[in-house]
């Protein structure tokens, strides 16, 4: 029970189920957090937006963070990140079934028509080895492209890849979907902190200390495992 005087912190966040999502306010992560906070008598509230808003509202200090983040080091001029990650996930490669899909290293994407959501880590890695990626503002499009074949190949989480494949089509065409077996990274995901919100460091070490009380009891592998996402 918190008390009647609570604090209260809200977070920019956005939609990537099966880990978050605005229609399902018992995901995972959503949970992991307010029961985080909570043991620290603070009660959180959650604003849902496109993941590129959500991340420039926090930027600017309209919300106190924004979560889950991979930690890059052009991210920490804008933001406290906590130290402890609140999610380890693993990405793979996703393309239909008759596309001979192959790769050892990333500048074998050259070789297909790749896919790639604006904003999101891939895309400056993409132009760094100067890979031609076709950019979409929604991660859903990529899934739709595939299908289409406007792009034949998009990175991304395996769980949330295959979540959103089974909401978004037919069972006929997702079963047209593969992915290749080897992950090509497995994500390590923070909580950003705007440093232009008031009290930012406070409830980042607020957070942390719930977090560590939260892992300790065992609550957290428990969520995962009850979201079947452990």
Same mark, same amino acid.
């Given at each position: 029970?918190?008390?009647?005087?609570?604090?209260?912190?809200?977070?920019?966040?956005?939609?990537?189920? %099966?880990?978050?999502?605005?229609?399902? %306010?018992?995901? %995972?992560?959503?949970?992991?957090?307010?029961?985080?906070?909570?043991?620290?008598?603070?009660?959180?509230?959650?604003?849902?937006?496109?993941? /590129?808003? +959500?991340?420039?509202?926090?930027?600017?200090?309209?919300?106190?963070?924004?979560?889950?983040?991979?930690? =890059?080091?052009?991210?920490?001029?804008?933001?406290?990140?906590?130290?402890?990650?609140?999610?380890?996930?693993?990405?793979?490669?996703?393309? =239909?079934?008759?596309?001979?899909?192959?790769?050892?290293?990333?500048?074998? =994407?050259?070789?297909?028509?790749?896919?790639?959501? =604006?904003?999101?880590?891939?895309?400056?890695?993409?132009?760094?080895?100067?890979?031609?990626?076709?950019?979409?503002?929604?991660?859903?499009?990529?899934?739709?492209?595939?299908?289409?074949?406007?792009?034949?190949?998009?990175?991304?989480?395996?769980?949330?890849?295959?979540?959103?494949?089974? +909401?978004?089509?037919?069972?006929?065409?997702?079963?047209?979907?593969?992915?290749?077996?080897?992950?090509?990274?497995?994500?390590?995901?923070?909580?950003?902190?705007?440093?232009?919100?008031?009290?930012?460091?406070?409830?980042?070490?607020?957070?942390?200390?719930?977090?560590?009380?939260?892992?300790?009891?065992?609550?957290?592998?428990?969520?995962? /495992?009850?979201?079947?996402?452990?």
């Amino acid at each position: 029970m918190l008390p009647v005087h609570a604090d209260v912190v809200e977070f920019a966040v956005g939609e990537w189920a %099966p880990y978050i999502s605005k229609k399902d %306010p018992s995901s %995972p992560l959503e949970k992991i957090v307010s029961e985080a906070y909570a043991l620290e008598g603070i009660q959180v509230k959650y604003s849902y937006f496109p993941w /590129k808003r +959500s991340y420039g509202y926090t930027k600017k200090g309209r919300y106190i963070g924004t979560f889950p983040w991979t930690h =890059l080091r052009s991210r920490e001029e804008d933001f406290n990140i906590n130290p402890s990650p609140i999610l380890k996930d693993p990405s793979v490669y996703f393309h =239909l079934k008759d596309t001979d899909f192959e790769w050892a290293t990333l500048t074998n =994407l050259k070789k297909y028509r790749v896919g790639v959501t =604006l904003g999101y880590k891939n895309q400056e890695i993409y132009k760094r080895l100067e890979i031609p990626a076709e950019v979409v503002p929604y991660e859903e499009l990529n899934f739709k492209m595939i299908l289409q074949g406007r792009i034949e190949v998009y990175g991304a989480s395996k769980r949330v890849g295959y979540a959103m494949i089974k +909401s978004m089509f037919s069972p006929e065409d997702a079963e047209q979907f593969t992915n290749h077996p080897e992950p090509y990274t497995t994500d390590i995901y923070h909580i950003l902190f705007s440093k232009q919100a008031k009290d930012s460091e406070k409830y980042m070490r607020a957070f942390e200390s719930g977090f560590s009380k939260l892992k300790a009891s065992g609550r957290y592998n428990e969520i995962l /495992k009850i979201s079947n996402v452990d």
